[in-house]
Nanobody
Framework: VQLVESGGGSVQAGGSLRLSCEVSGITEGTNCIGWFRQAPGKEREGVAAIMILGATTYYADSVKGRFTISRDNGKNTLYLQMNSLKPEDTARYFC??????????????????WGQGTQVTVS
């Protein structure tokens, strides 16, 4: 499985960005795919996730109403639309995939495949 993120960059507060994650080699056992972020000196935190079956979505409280996770199955691509960005959203954003039903959507330890990340800077 390979996950490749793109779409990061620098933006002013209040602006928008859309992150993309191209997924290849996905297996039938995939349970959930999501976005995490990590700022310097902080732990990696779950931002949003989407279940493969049923497409239920989950969001961290800090991004609800501002971020939207979606997927295009035909393109094997996951998206994160980020609006009304704040300086505290500054972090490296990672796409991740887990193939088991164990663990919560926001627990990074439950995910077994990761992309290399893309930097988002909000000033």
């Amino acid at each position: 499985v390979q996950l490749v993120e793109s779409g990061g960059g620098s933006v002013q507060a209040g602006g928008s960005l859309r992150l993309s994650c191209e997924v290849s080699g996905i297996t039938e056992g995939t349970n959930c795919i999501g976005w995490f972020r990590q700022a310097p000196g902080k732990e990696r935190e779950g931002v949003a996730a989407i279940m493969i079956l049923g497409a239920t979505t989950y969001y961290a409280d800090s991004v609800k109403g501002r971020f939207t996770i979606s997927r295009d199955n035909g393109k094997n691509t996951l998206y994160l639309q980020m609006n009304s960005l704040k300086p505290e959203d500054t972090a490296r954003y990672f796409c991740a995939l887990k193939t088991t039903s164990s663990g919560t959507w926001f627990d990074a330890r439950a995910y077994n495949f990761w992309g290399q990340g893309t930097q988002v800077t909000v000033s």
